[in-house]
């Protein structure tokens, strides 16, 4: 059973445009969503989490959208770039549970 | 900052033949995985560990099983190497409660049984 959903699988984006990514849970338990950077060769880092007491939290140029009432949270990174190429990895977390739920990934490729 | 680190990068094994995948961290965490990536399948668990000489099975558990010795080791072991097996594996740590919502990764191994 997969509680957290990804989607695209890949994405290909000009430089300068937005890339958005987009994740939806199933248990409402979950009260932690990080996302995790992943670039070739690396273990996954993380980038930027929300918690659902919030709907939008923004890092530079990353920014994470939640929706609670539709079990929806989404990352949209403004005037991607190049060097943004990576994968990235929706997660969610909640309670006294010791595990990160992650989506399957998103290969996001910026052409210059 | 923390590091994890793991004793190899790539990997190369024969099918039948028993191998280990060392997980080293430094930050005193209690908490450690170990992950399986495949292309189209993103991050699987494992195993994990909540403790010294706690372990507990994750999503996929068939065909591996883990050792925690020390609090900063946790090893991966693959009994009996099979092909589908070849994949990239990923230790992670974190804190535990509330800090566990965090997990630090190490760079992967890149595993191949032919």
């Known amino acids: 059973q997969q509680q957290v959903k990804q989607s695209p699988q890949s994405l290909i984006v000009q430089k300068g445009g937005i890339s958005i990514i987009n994740c939806a849970y199933e248990?409402?338990?979950?009260?932690?969503f990080p996302w995790y950077q992943q670039f070739p060769g690396k273990g996954p880092a993380l980038l930027i989490a929300?918690?659902?007491?919030?709907s939008e939290k923004k890092e530079g140029r990353f920014t994470i959208s939640f929706n609670k009432s539709a079990k929806q949270f989404s990352l949209h990174i403004m005037d991607s770039q190049p060097g943004d190429s990576a994968t990235y990895f929706c997660?969610?977390?909640?309670?006294?549970?010791?595990?990160?739920?992650f989506g399957k990934g998103t290969l996001l490729t910026v052409n210059p | 900052d923390v590091k994890v680190t793991q004793s190899s990068r790539y990997l190369v094994k024969r099918t039948g033949e028993k191998v280990f995948l060392e997980c080293v961290q430094d930050?005193?965490?209690?908490?450690m995985f170990w992950y399986r990536q495949d292309p189209g399948l993103g991050l699987r668990l494992i195993y994990f560990s909540y403790d010294v000489k706690m372990k507990e099975k994750g999503d996929i558990p068939e065909g591996y099983s883990v050792s925690r010795e020390k609090k900063e080791r946790f090893s991966l072991i693959l009994e009996s190497a099979s092909t589908n097996q070849t994949s990239m594996y990923l230790c992670?740590?974190?804190?535990?409660?509330?800090?566990?919502?965090?997990?630090?990764f190490g760079p992967g191994t890149r595993l191949t049984v032919l």
């Open positions: 930050m005193d965490h209690e908490n």
């Open positions: 992670a740590s974190s804190l535990p409660g509330q800090g566990g919502s965090t997990q630090y």
């Open positions: 997660a969610a977390w909640g309670g006294s549970n010791y595990k990160l739920t």
């Open positions: 248990n409402t338990a979950f009260d932690y």
């Open positions: 929300i918690r659902p007491d919030v």
